[in-house]
């Protein structure tokens, strides 16, 4: 049975506990938070601990943390959890700091201690079988991937201001599924954004609304476009066009209904967040984890990943707000 720590008890805390909680060979001993009562109200509802972060990574009993708190804390968390000889799940981005972050990944690595980062659409059974289809060479070679992810409202501005920018905190999950259905890191990166959606984000120094070409080896190309709004819903999507056919997934919409009249077709509308669309998909990486964990087995998605998916996201702001394409080896150093 793997005993858990659960750093940070917010939104994202709490679909961790339940993924945690549910999972039959892990099990949920600890919970802490900046704010106690939140750290105190989750703990009750899973039978779990409050405690103080300090109290969790220094228990020799607790095998593994998850780390849910903010982003600017990640590195950090992450560094104290390996030396104490303890496995890490950490929620995506590794840092706002791309060289904090590379300084986290060789500390890590020095331990030899499991760490893990929060990449759940990877674990989307559509996107998954997507992969897999694409692995097999059921379209030849991959040659034009297209991702498309919008939220159906923006966050707050207090999120934005901390949330390190659009590229950062939410197309990293596009750049890391880039990478991944690709097999590859992009060479360059050429990135345009706005802010159309809300003056106030623009204000903030962030953009709203933007598309991103990756430049990846002998001419393949992945084009992802964001946006903070799409009033109908949760657009994702995923395209893979390969010199022998198409793959494509589309949204998971809130039921199957479909009613055809001389008026048209309609259909419902996708789910209308991410913890309606992935709340599926976080219990598959849970597992994914205890599996790797307890069987000392390869992780299936890593700190080096987090890393690569970072870099891109600064290769976007530099290229955003100076118009040119960049190398990504001038970001990687």
């Known amino acids: 049975m793997l005993k858990v720590g659960l750093l940070g008890a917010g939104r994202i805390g709490k679909v961790h506990a339940k993924a945690i909680s549910s999972h039959p ?21 899973y039978g779990a601990e409050p405690r103080s972060n300090e109290a969790i990574l220094s228990d020799p009993s607790i095998d593994a943390v998850l780390v849910a708190t903010s982003t600017n804390t990640h590195s950090d968390f992450i560094e104290a959890a390996t030396r104490t000889g303890k496995a890490v799940l ?7 700091s791309l060289a904090r972050a590379k300084a986290c ?39 034009l991937l297209s991702i498309t992810s919008f939220d159906p409202a923006p966050p707050p501005i207090s999120y934005v201001k ?3 920018g659009l590229f950062r905190d939410m197309m990293i999950h596009d750049f890391d599924m880039a990478c991944w259905i690709m097999g590859a890191t992009p060479q360059k990166v050429t990135a345009i954004g706005s802010s159309i959606v809300n003056p106030e984000i623009g204000a903030a120094g962030d953009v709203d609304t933007a598309v991103v070409t990756l ?6 190309i992945a084009v992802i476009k964001n946006s903070r709004r799409a009033v109908y819903g949760y657009d994702q999507r995923v395209e893979l066009l390969g010199s022998e056919g198409l793959l494509s997934a589309g949204n998971v919409i809130e039921n199957t209904v479909v009613k055809a009249t001389t008026a048209g077709v309609v259909s ?61 080896a001038t970001v990687m150093g």
């Open 215 to 220: 430049h990846f080896a002998a001419g393949r």
């Open 162 to 164: 901390v949330s390190g």
């Open 105 to 143: 990944q060789k500390a890590a690595a020095a331990t030899r201690r499991p760490v893990m980062i929060g990449f759940n659409r990877r674990f989307d059974v559509n996107f998954a079988a997507l992969k897999a289809a694409s692995d097999r060479g059921e379209i030849g070679k991959s040659e």
């Open 25 to 45: 060979e892990s099990r949920l001993v600890a919970v802490s938070d900046v704010d106690m009562g939140a750290a105190e109200a989750l703990a009750a509802q």
């Open 90 to 96: 950490c929620e995506k981005p590794v840092d706002l």
């Open 268 to 328: 419902a509308k996708p789910e209308f967040f991410f913890l309606e669309r992935y709340m599926r998909a976080y219990a598959a990486e849970w597992a994914a984890f205890v599996e790797a964990v307890t069987k000392g087995t390869a992780l299936p998605v890593t700190l080096d990943d987090g890393v690569n998916a970072l870099a891109i996201a600064e290769a976007a702001t530099r290229s955003a707000k100076t118009g040119a394409t960049v190398d990504m």
